[in-house]
């Protein structure tokens, strides 16, 4: 929609094709239906964000990045609001009214938008997209086209991957896709019990084979098979490169102390010995936690503080500290917020969003080879490639 919309504007006559029946139907599910559209960080902050192929959007950040983006949306009467870690929302906290405005801007911009138009095929004639032919056998020819058909993450918004195979076709070289921004299933089945709980700055840790691989402190959250939440969503973009084999979440509820301190604050919370070790424990962690915490280490959750070994008391110090879930594995595209994989950035400039290989094909959005974490960063990814590839596409 940017993409068309940009050209539009600059005077292209311009064919947006959709293969559901309503634009944007993906956009609305964003930030939990809120829409978390931008992050605020500056140009390189934002570069910074996709890792080390971030360099390469430099050149579109600097020609409408956030700042710009907030701009466009205020001056087609979207009032945005930044929250904690740089977060843009719309004003309303509703992503139905940043489709408004899209859609608005396309009707002003003089794009013709075909819903229910699936692309099934390209043909190309030497190194140019001579036309294409949507699922009813109509034909579409064009000079310029931009493909902005995103990845395979959920797919019941009509993001199956479809563009994966025309660009083989085309000769491009396709990253292989996986699920990114996803959550992290567990074989251990106490989780089960633990759906639904939420953790506050909690330190979670990837170990593969007693190496750490990743670590960050965030928020998470038990799932009925895992974990989620900001900081896991994260992570498993890192986690997800590695074999699942021997792979092992560690969750220190305590990252702020050391043990001692821990074992001391434990001491004094169990010196009441009147009081069941589970209650003890539950005025330190979530009651849910404290159980099961209490049944990993295999003492009963009824038993009296007065009972309680040091050993034990130790053992539960630790335990909070090191909290050891093995990971069975990630979950799919249906849980996925980003498709990590794509069109190799190496066939794009990054100038114009141009193919280097199809003369007169450019890129937009989550089909490329870069994605970023949690916070706006990846929304920013397509409204910046979208923009650029909508202007060099109307020059």
Known sequence: ????????????????????????????????????????????????????????????????????????????GLKTKVEDNGRVFPVSNSAHDVLQVLVEYLASSGVDVKLKAEVKQIIKKDQRIEK???SDGREVVAQKYI????????????????????????????????PALTPIILKDKLVKNLEGLSLKA??????????????????????ASGLSGPAVLNLSEIIGREENKGL???????PDSDFGE??????????????MVRNALGELVPPRLAEALLVRLGVNPDKKLNLISREERKALAHLLQEFRLAVFGMAGYDKAMVTAGGVSLKEVDPKTMRSKIIENLYFAGEIL??????????????????YVAGESAAS
């Open 1 to 76: 929609m940017m993409a068309a919309g940009r050209a539009g504007e600059l005077g292209a006559d311009v064919v947006l094709l959709e293969k559901n029946q309503r634009l944007g139907i993906k956009l609305l599910a964003t930030g939990g239906g809120r829409a978390n559209i931008s992050n605020l960080s500056s140009t390189r902050d934002l570069a910074r964000s996709f890792g080390a192929s971030g360099s390469w959007l430099l050149s579109g950040l600097s020609r409408f990045g956030s700042e710009q983006l907030i701009d466009f949306f205020n001056s087609h």
């Open 262 to 275: 821990l074992d001391r604050q434990l001491q004094t919370s169990f010196s009441a010995s009147n009081k």
């Open 369 to 386: 080879d870069l994605n970023g974490p949690t916070g706006g960063y990846n929304l920013q990814l397509s409204w910046t490639t979208g």
């Open 248 to 254: 092992e979440i560690v969750l220190n509820f305590f």
């Open 202 to 223: 909690v330190q979670i840790s990837c170990y593969l084979e007693k190496h750490k691989i990743c670590s960050t402190v965030g928020d998470a959250i038990f799932t």
């Open 147 to 178: 493909f902005c058909t995103g990845g395979k993450s959920y797919p019941t918004t009509g993001s199956t991957g479809d563009a994966y195979k025309w660009l083989k076709q085309l000769g491009h070289q396709v990253t292989p896709p996986r």
């Open 132 to 134: 294409l032919i949507l």
